[in-house]
């Protein structure tokens, strides 16, 4: 069974504070992905990988950033934390291939609150 | 600028009867839509998709309709369970580059299913 999983379910910090979400699959698959969830807004992207040691900015990356040192971690890096970057974060990870659709599977979030 | 729109943010329907949940798009080179559905405090699972180069896709009850023209994709679920009660987001890809691609995601439609 595939399995993507977030270090935190929630998470509180204060602003100015460095904040790390760590995000672990267990199906070896080659892309990653960081994105947040905010009411009206849908799912924005905020970085991806294709590989270790290989990051893109999504449509969102300021503020952000990320480290890919092994193939089953993907973690986001928020460098000074402000109210907001309060919201849902979301972690996805997918095979890569012209067929298919290259579907992903997302972890069960982080809900981060900076105050 | 929303490349993918969800115009509808929630929708109410009696068990049993139909569901149709809608998704308009503006990029022409997006070649495959999918539909997730999401549970609170869960990550989105994926649904169901269509390549544009169809027009209907079905699974079991979730049929998705696809109108290249109109730039209009729908979500019809029949018949509709309780268990449905979610938020359903529409998602469109497009190529990033080489052979990887990237998700292009709606605001999302809160399906409610009355008994």
């Known amino acids: 069974d595939v399995k993507v999983t977030q270090s935190s379910r929630y998470l509180v910090k204060r602003t100015g504070e460095k904040v790390f979400l760590e995000c672990v699959q267990d199906?070896?698959?080659?892309?990653m992905f960081w994105y947040r969830q905010d009411p009206g807004l849908g799912l924005r992207l905020i970085y991806f990988?294709?590989?270790?040691?290989?990051?893109e900015k999504g449509d969102i990356p300021e503020g952000y950033s990320v480290s890919r040192e092994k193939k089953e971690r993907f973690s986001l890096i928020l460098e000074s934390a402000s109210t907001n970057q309060t919201s849902m974060y979301l972690c996805a990870s997918s095979s890569p291939g012209f067929k298919g659709t290259d579907t992903q599977y997302f972890g069960p979030g982080t809900r981060l609150t900076v105050l | 600028d929303q490349q993918v729109k969800q115009n509808s943010p929630s929708l109410s329907v009696q068990e049993g009867r139909i569901s149709i949940l809608n998704c308009d798009y503006t990029?022409?080179?997006?070649?495959?839509f999918l539909w997730y559905k999401k549970y609170p405090a869960e990550g989105p699972t994926f649904l169901i998709s269509i390549s544009s180069i169809k027009d209907k896709n079905e699974d079991g009850r979730f049929t998705v309709f696809l109108n290249k023209s109109a730039k209009h994709l729908s979500l019809h679920i029949v018949p509709s369970q309780p268990g449905d009660s979610a938020v359903y987001f529409c998602a469109a890809r497009r190529r990033h580059f080489y052979s990887n691609y990237q998700l292009i995601w709606g605001a999302g439609t809160k399906l409610i299913i009355k008994p």
């Open positions: 990988s294709y590989d270790v040691k290989m990051k």
């Open positions: 990029n022409s080179m997006f070649d495959y």
């Open positions: 199906m070896d698959h080659e892309n």
